[in-house]
C-alpha cells in the first residue's frame, strides 16, 4: 500500500482482557518496528523483525507482549492480561533494509485499558 | 533508557521567527535522524543526516551535527502557524544496522 496501516485506530478494552494489534508496512519495506508511546512521552522502542533475521525483542516491558510478523509483511502485537498501564499510543513502522533510510510510521493504536 | 535528549522541552515564537531545537546522545552513530509528530500520531520524517556529515538543509530545515560533543541541532527558519508540532531526534547504534532510540521531543508552537 501507499503508507503504513495500522488497526484499530482506537481500542478500548477491560482489564485483563487480551488484545492484537494489526500493522500492515509498505510493501517491499524488509525492517517493522513496534514503539509505544505514552501521553506526552516520547516513543518506547518494544520490538524490532528484519528480514528473515531473529527479531529484537529487548524492548518489550513484560512477557505478555509478543509480536509475530508473517510471511515478512504483516505484524501483530498482542498484549495479554491488559493492564492500566498497557495503555499507550502504539506505533508501528517500517523502512527499506539499510541503514540510511527514515521510517515511516503508522497513525497508531490507541489503546485504553480501563 | 533514552539515546536521544532534546532541548528545550518547549519552544513558543510568533510567526516568522527562527525556532532552533537542539539534541544530545550518548553513543557512537551511524546517522542522526529528526522527526515530527503532530496530535500525537504517527510521525514524519524530516531529515537524516550521517555521521561524517555536518550540515544538512532541506527546505525550511537545516540540522547541523557535532561528533565530537555528540549533539545536534534543527532550525526552522521563517516558522509558520502549521509548524505546530513535536519534534524528535533520532539515533541508531554504530556497526551495523539498528533500530532507532527516539529523545522526549521538544513541543513547538508558533502563534499568528
Known amino acids: 500500500g501507499a503508507g503504513v496501516s495500522q488497526s484499530p485506530s482506537n481500542k478500548v478494552t477491560e482489564k485483563g482482557k487480551d488484545v492484537e494489534l494489526r500493522c500492515d508496512p509498505i510493501?517491499?519495506?524488509?525492517?517493522l518496528y513496534w514503539y509505544r508511546q505514552s501521553l506526552g512521552q516520547g516513543l518506547e522502542f518494544l520490538i524490532y523483525f528484519q528480514g528473515n533475521s531473529a527479531p529484537d525483542k529487548s524492548g518489550l516491558p513484560s512477557d505478555r507482549f509478543s509480536a509475530e510478523r508473517t510471511g515478512g509483511s504483516v505484524s501483530t502485537l498482542t498484549i495479554q492480561r491488559t493492564q492500566q498501564e498497557d495503555s499507550a499510543v502504539y506505533l508501528c513502522a517500517s523502512s527499506p533494509a539499510g541503514e540510511d533510510y527514515g521510517y515511516t510510521f503508522g497513525s497508531g493504536t490507541r489503546l485504553t485499558v480501563v | 533508557s533514552q539515546q536521544g535528549e532534546e532541548d528545550p522541552q518547549a519552544l513558543s515564537i510568533q510567526e516568522g521567527e527562527n525556532a532552533t531545537m537542539n539534541c544530545s546522545y550518548k553513543?557512537?552513530?551511524?546517522?542522526l535522524q529528526w522527526y515530527r509528530q503532530n496530535s500525537g500520531r504517527g510521525l514524519v520524517h524530516l531529515i537524516l543526516?550521517?555521521?561524517?556529515?555536518r550540515e544538512k538543509h532541506s527546505g525550511r530545515l537545516r540540522v547541523t551535527l557535532d561528533t565530537s560533543k555528540k549533539s545536534s541541532s534543527l532550525l526552522i527558519t521563517a516558522s509558520r502557524a502549521a509548524d505546530t508540532a513535536s519534534y524528535f531526534c533520532a539515533t541508531d547504534g554504530i556497526g551495523g544496522y539498528n533500530k532507532l532510540i527516539f529523545g522526549a521531543g521538544t513541543r513547538l508552537a508558533v502563534h499568528p
Open positions: 543526516i550521517r555521521s561524517n556529515e
Open positions: 553513543t557512537s552513530i551511524n546517522n
Open positions: 510493501s517491499g519495506h524488509t525492517a
